[in-house]
């Protein structure tokens, strides 16, 4: 039986990695990037990309020793940490980049491999040279993946060769003076940096391999960062060499001159190809593992995902490189290509850098065997996008559109899997921290925030209900929905999944949605309100309907006298059936010299309506009951004074009833008969006398339209409407 083949640290990871980090920018364009940047410029750019290069390697290897690592590589590890939808897109960015730089590898082939026959210097003949090869190439790896990975160790054996061979070259080009800075006539560093930085994404090549190792937690870390560190120092090394070695001004315009300087130049050459083929190879190899890893998961077409042979190689996924890799051939440009792949990777390396970030301060389940500090991650996101604003920003947002339009369509395309969402993680830890704060700074008297136990019952009408419970709330409030199901027995609660409630009122409001079994809708409701909820987000308010023909209930009565013993603001609607609540466009505010508290909850309610869309800035009308023949001017300044405070635009109205002493609802019923909404404060009482008042109450609701009564809790002020024993009052009758 035949056994999957699998590859070690050395073969899997660092000789793929380095053979594409030593590759086509270190021949063809480091020359040119020394005599442009000069040596300083030059380091500094190397340092800047390395930045990104090792936060983003070791980001990656501490992910890949935290979770099973399967084919596809950095897609793997973005889908099985932050998602699908953020890995996916991601994906998709590192394979075409993986593609295309496929085009930079062939392409600067061609360039030296042209020059040394004499074949020709033109564009199209680098397009020619370039596509046989990539042609030759992707037969190579359609034959084995075994056979191209092992012909990179002869490969490797002729960079070392070439590298020795040029350190031990002539100095006959060597400058006068070292060039330390950029000339006057260099190109620019931004445009330096991002045809350089294709040479430090080749480490990207090894974690591509991840389904195809025998330990990827092991090798992953270990081969990614010794190719990392590796190139950093042959790049300075060769940097600082041919600053003192070769004419700044040489440098510039000869892509060959590695060659011209080398002691034994057919071994530069040697390693020219090999250097640009390998890199090739690895992103044939890589570039379709990533394909055939996202379309497993469904991220693109299943299509790619068919592999064949007991290594189910990917090659309906290579045949797409093949296209892509090609197109990037007719573009026949190596600088523009360069700077092309530079920001599909620099954006690809941001937000792995970002998912680390994310991963180890957010998700508790995070513990990977290789650790390193979490401003790692957070630096290599910055500098990403730092880098990427500063070559090239309309570039840099593009990409970023590109990617946020691949994320939001996985997103509707609901691609899941049964892995761990970082996301998740994130707001659970951001809740938390939350919470702690606020349950740190408990302060009573401080603006209420609405926190609404709803009990909205099922009826034609519930809608109302909702819709007014969700305006009360204002736009950071929070509202709870309870359905209870009356269960005598009650042997069995639901299951936990089975108490929420998800329905499109409730999505489209806003409004959390829970349903429990209750021996008795009343103990019921005493229960919810007496343990739901948790530090920091305690309920604060309790809404339901009105409860009409419940006048006599003993079992409602006890349900009262709890919850005002609990302290809870009470909010009862009485809804009118045939008005509904009219235009919404008119709302009554009723007070009396004992709605103190009640009154200042009012006005909260009176701005939160102002502020919903749905009023569209309604007319709002507070009014008082003059019983004592106080000076109108006096309750209207002071009433003026107490809405100022809570800016909310009123009419102010007083009503004088000293003379006739007309009942206060009998007054209400005179003057907001065809208000859309009113809302009367529940006054104190003795619960005996609950009766009469529900009594009272139905008669008033006869007559006008939905009205909402207010019951505030002890946190609200006490709003002075006592104008008999106010000092005005009294400085009026000296």
Same mark, same amino acid.
């Given at each position: 039986?035949?056994?999957?083949?699998?590859?070690?640290t050395?073969?899997?990871?660092f000789?793929?990695?380095?053979?594409?980090?030593?590759?086509?920018?270190?021949?063809?364009?480091?020359?040119?990037v020394?005599g442009?940047?000069?040596?300083f410029?030059?380091i500094?750019i190397i340092?800047?990309?390395?930045?990104?290069?090792?936060?983003?390697?070791?980001?990656?290897?501490s992910?890949?020793?935290?979770?099973k690592?399967g084919a596809?590589?950095?897609?793997y590890?973005?889908?099985?940490?932050?998602?699908?939808?953020?890995?996916?897109?991601i994906?998709?960015?590192?394979?075409?980049g993986?593609?295309f730089?496929?085009?930079?590898?062939l392409?600067?082939?061609?360039?030296?491999?042209?020059?040394?026959?004499?074949?020709?210097?033109?564009?199209?003949?680098?397009?020619?040279t370039?596509s046989?090869?990539?042609?030759?190439l992707?037969?190579?790896a359609?034959?084995?993946?075994?056979?191209a990975?092992?012909?990179?160790f002869?490969?490797?054996?002729?960079?070392?060769?070439?590298?020795?061979?040029?350190?031990?070259?002539?100095?006959?080009?060597?400058?006068?003076?070292?060039?330390?800075?950029?000339?006057e006539?260099?190109v620019?560093?931004e445009?330096?940096?991002?045809?350089?930085?294709?040479?430090v994404?080749?480490?990207?090549?090894?974690?591509a391999?991840?389904?195809?190792?025998?330990?990827?937690?092991r090798s992953?870390?270990?081969?990614?960062?010794m190719?990392i560190?590796?190139?950093?120092?042959?790049y300075?090394?060769?940097?600082?060499?041919?600053?003192f070695?070769?004419?700044?001004?040489?440098?510039k315009?000869?892509?060959?001159?590695?060659m011209?300087i080398?002691l034994?130049a057919?071994a530069?050459?040697?390693?020219?190809?090999?250097?640009?083929?390998?890199?090739?190879i690895?992103?044939?190899?890589?570039?379709?593992?990533?394909?055939q890893?996202?379309?497993?998961d469904l991220?693109?077409?299943?299509?790619?995902?068919?592999?064949?042979?007991?290594?189910?190689?990917?090659?309906?996924?290579?045949?797409?490189?093949f296209?892509?890799?090609?197109?990037?051939?007719?573009?026949?440009?190596?600088d523009?290509?360069?700077?092309?792949?530079?920001?599909?990777?620099?954006?690809?390396?941001?937000?792995?850098?970002?998912?680390?970030?994310?991963?180890?301060?957010?998700n508790?389940?995070?513990?990977?065997?290789?650790?390193?500090?979490?401003?790692?991650?957070l630096?290599?996101?910055?500098a990403?996008?730092?880098?990427m604003f500063k070559?090239?920003?309309?570039?840099?947002l593009?990409?970023?559109?590109?990617?946020?339009a691949?994320?939001?369509?996985?997103q509707?395309?609901?691609?899941?899997?049964?892995?761990?969402?970082v996301?998740?993680?994130?707001?659970?830890?951001?809740?938390?921290k939350g919470l702690?704060?606020?349950?740190?700074?408990?302060?009573?008297?401080?603006?209420?925030?609405?926190?609404i136990i709803?009990?909205?019952?099922?009826?034609?009408h519930?809608?109302?209900?909702?819709?007014?419970?969700?305006?009360?709330?204002?736009?950071?409030?929070?509202?709870?929905?309870?359905?209870?199901?009356?269960?005598k027995?009650?042997?069995?609660?639901?299951?936990?999944?089975?108490q929420?409630?998800?329905?499109e009122?409730?999505?489209?409001?806003?409004?959390?949605?829970r349903?429990?079994?209750?021996?008795?809708?009343?103990?019921?409701?005493t229960?919810?309100?007496?343990?739901?909820?948790?530090?920091?987000?305690?309920?604060?308010?309790?809404?339901?309907?009105?409860p009409?023909?419940?006048?006599?209930?003993?079992?409602?009565?006890?349900?009262?006298?709890?919850?005002?013993?609990l302290?809870?603001?009470l909010?009862y609607?009485?809804?009118?059936l045939?008005?509904k !609540?009219? /235009?919404?466009?008119? #709302? &009554?505010l009723?007070?009396? $010299? %004992?709605?103190?508290?009640?009154?200042?909850?009012? @006005?909260?309610?009176a701005?939160?309506?102002?502020?919903s869309?749905?009023?569209?800035?309604?007319?709002?009308?507070?009014? !008082?009951? /003059?019983?004592n023949? #106080? &000076?109108?001017?006096?309750? $209207? %300044?002071?009433?003026?004074?107490?809405?100022?405070? @809570?800016?909310?635009?009123?009419?102010i109205?007083?009503?004088?009833?000293?003379?006739?002493?007309?009942?206060?609802?009998?007054?209400i019923?005179?003057?907001?008969?065809t208000?859309?909404l009113?809302?009367?404060?529940?006054?104190?009482?003795?619960?005996?006398?609950?009766?009469?008042?529900?009594?009272?109450?139905?008669?008033?609701?006869e007559?006008?339209?939905?009205?909402?009564?207010?019951?505030?809790?002890?946190?609200f002020?006490?709003?002075?409407?006592?104008?008999?024993?106010?000092?005005?009052?009294q400085?009026?009758?000296?």
């Amino acid at each position: 039986m035949a056994t999957t083949k699998k590859f070690g640290t050395f073969a899997g990871v660092f000789t793929p990695s380095i053979l594409t980090i030593l590759g086509v920018i270190m021949y063809m364009r480091l020359g040119w990037v020394v005599g442009n940047s000069g040596l300083f410029g030059t380091i500094a750019i190397i340092f800047i990309a390395h930045v990104i290069a090792v936060t983003t390697g070791l980001s990656v290897s501490s992910v890949a020793t935290d979770k099973k690592i399967g084919a596809g590589g950095i897609y793997y590890v973005l889908s099985r940490s932050m998602g699908i939808p953020i890995g996916g897109s991601i994906g998709i960015a590192i394979f075409v980049g993986t593609a295309f730089s496929i085009s930079l590898y062939l392409i600067g082939f061609s360039e030296s491999f042209n020059e040394y026959f004499n074949l020709g210097m033109t564009t199209n003949d680098f397009r020619i040279t370039a596509s046989i090869a990539l042609l030759s190439l992707t037969i190579l790896a359609l034959i084995s993946t075994s056979i191209a990975l092992k012909a990179q160790f002869f490969i490797l054996a002729a960079i070392l060769i070439s590298i020795l061979s040029i350190f031990l070259g002539t100095t006959e080009f060597a400058p006068e003076t070292v060039n330390l800075l950029p000339s006057e006539n260099s190109v620019p560093l931004e445009m330096v940096f991002a045809i350089f930085f294709p040479a430090v994404t080749g480490f990207t090549a090894g974690i591509a391999m991840s389904g195809d190792l025998k330990d990827s937690k092991r090798s992953i870390p270990m081969g990614t960062l010794m190719a990392i560190g590796v190139g950093l120092l042959v790049y300075l090394s060769l940097a600082i060499f041919l600053a003192f070695a070769v004419d700044a001004e040489l440098l510039k315009t000869d892509y060959n001159i590695l060659m011209k300087i080398a002691l034994f130049a057919p071994a530069v050459v040697a390693g020219i190809w090999g250097a640009t083929l390998s890199s090739a190879i690895g992103g044939i190899l890589g570039g379709p593992r990533i394909l055939q890893a996202m379309s497993q998961d469904l991220v693109t077409p299943k299509i790619f995902g068919r592999g064949k042979g007991v290594n189910n190689e990917p090659v309906n996924a290579l045949l797409l490189v093949f296209v892509i890799a090609e197109l990037g051939i007719l573009i026949g440009e190596l600088d523009v290509i360069a700077r092309l792949v530079s920001m599909f990777y620099l954006t690809a390396y941001g937000f792995i850098n970002i998912c680390y970030f994310l991963e180890s301060w957010a998700n508790p389940d995070f513990q990977p065997s290789f650790k390193i500090k979490r401003w790692i991650g957070l630096l290599g996101f910055i500098a990403c996008f730092a880098v990427m604003f500063k070559l090239d920003t309309t570039a840099m947002l593009a990409s970023l559109a590109v990617i946020g339009a691949l994320y939001f369509g996985l997103q509707r395309k609901e691609v899941k899997l049964q892995s761990n969402d970082v996301w998740r993680s994130v707001w659970e830890n951001i809740v938390n921290k939350g919470l702690k704060k606020i349950d740190a700074q408990i302060d009573e008297h401080s603006n209420w925030n609405p926190n609404i136990i709803l009990f909205s019952g099922q009826s034609d009408h519930q809608h109302y209900l909702l819709e007014l419970c969700k305006t009360v709330s204002g736009r950071t409030g929070m509202v709870t929905n309870f359905k209870l199901i009356v269960d005598k027995n009650n042997d069995k609660p639901l299951k936990r999944t089975e108490q929420v409630v998800v329905n499109e009122d409730f999505k489209e409001l806003g409004i959390f949605g829970r349903q429990l079994k209750v021996t008795n809708i009343y103990d019921g409701i005493t229960n919810i309100a007496s343990t739901f909820g948790f530090s920091g987000v305690e309920p604060n308010t309790i809404m339901m309907g009105w409860p009409k023909g419940l006048e006599n209930s003993k079992e409602y009565s006890k349900m009262t006298q709890t919850l005002l013993h609990l302290d809870y603001n009470l909010l009862y609607l009485d809804f009118d059936l045939k008005t509904k !609540f009219g /235009n919404y466009d008119t #709302v &009554d505010l009723w007070w009396r $010299e %004992t709605d103190s508290k009640n009154a200042e909850m009012m @006005l909260n309610i009176a701005r939160f309506i102002i502020a919903s869309p749905r009023w569209n800035n309604p007319h709002i009308r507070v009014l !008082f009951v /003059n019983n004592n023949n #106080v &000076d109108k001017t006096i309750i $209207e %300044t002071k009433i003026s004074e107490l809405v100022d405070d @809570l800016r909310v635009n009123v009419v102010i109205k007083i009503i004088n009833n000293a003379v006739e002493q007309m009942a206060f609802y009998d007054i209400i019923k005179e003057q907001s008969a065809t208000t859309d909404l009113t809302l009367v404060g529940i006054p104190n009482f003795q619960i005996e006398k609950q009766a009469k008042f529900v009594l009272r109450t139905n008669n008033l609701f006869e007559t006008i339209g939905s009205t909402l009564l207010v019951k505030a809790a002890n946190n609200f002020n006490v709003l002075d409407l006592d104008f008999i024993n106010s000092e005005d009052f009294q400085n009026q009758n000296a």
